[in-house]
């Protein structure tokens, strides 16, 4: 190929996307917190019967 003509660049292979300033933490912590949020709250346990107490001499 003559010097003279232009070549074409070569491509370059894609970077891997970054969010920049954001630390793995403040992600989690993000990402724990949004499910946190979104969750609906948790029934409370239903609570034993209990049977009334009977006095001895009731009839």
Known sequence: ??????QAPKAQPP???ALAGVSMRE??????????????PRLPDPA???EPV??????
């Not at 190929?1 to 232009?6: I, K, L």
């Not at 993000?30 to 969750?39: D, G, I, L, R």
């Not at 009977?54 to 009839?59: E, K, L, M, Q, Y």
């Open 1 to 6: 190929m003559p010097a003279t003509e232009p």
């Open 15 to 17: 970077r891997p996307f």
């Open 27 to 40: 992600l989690l912590a993000s990402c724990a917190a949004a499910e946190a949020v979104s969750t609906p």
């Open 48 to 50: 034993p019967v209990k």
């Open 54 to 59: 009977r006095h001895p001499r009731a009839a």
